[in-house]
């Protein structure tokens, strides 16, 4: 199972209502996700330093394992303090599929 700090995807968690095991902090529903996969959602840049490029990069690998909803709240939830502008991840999640 992957181990993932909850700062960045609480609002995932709390829109989709997965639960948190007891004293754990362990989001199961990430569990099946490549370590990999974790580390990119993990590690966002900031706006001005490659964002738009990192939304189509991790939106690429997990197309194999979720549909383009999830990828979009997982992705949102990821970068929920930066402003990001609308439609750019439906548009990177988008475009993105082709090359998955």
Same mark, same amino acid.
């Given at each position: 199972?992957? =181990?993932? #700090?909850?700062?960045?995807? /609480?609002? @995932?968690? *709390?829109?989709? *209502?997965?639960?948190?095991?007891? *004293?754990? $902090?362990?989001? +199961?529903?990430?569990?099946?996700? #490549?370590? @990999?996969?974790?580390?990119?959602? /993990?590690?966002? #840049?900031? $706006? !001005?330093? !490659?964002?738009?490029? =990192?939304?189509?990069?991790?939106?690429?690998?997990?197309? #194999?394992?979720?549909?383009?909803?999830?990828?979009?709240?997982?992705?949102? /939830?990821? +970068?929920?303090?930066?402003?990001?502008?609308? *439609?750019?991840?439906?548009?990177?999640?988008?475009?993105?599929?082709?090359?998955?």
């Amino acid at each position: 199972m992957i =181990w993932l #700090p909850i700062v960045e995807i /609480a609002e @995932f968690v *709390g829109k989709r *209502g997965y639960e948190l095991q007891p *004293g754990a $902090r362990m989001i +199961t529903h990430l569990s099946a996700l #490549p370590r @990999f996969v974790c580390d990119l959602l /993990a590690s966002p #840049p900031r $706006r !001005g330093q !490659g964002l738009n490029l =990192w939304f189509y990069r991790v939106a690429r690998v997990l197309h #194999p394992y979720r549909s383009p909803a999830e990828i979009i709240e997982l992705l949102r /939830a990821a +970068t929920s303090s930066e402003a990001i502008k609308h *439609g750019e991840i439906e548009r990177a999640v988008e475009r993105s599929k082709a090359t998955a």
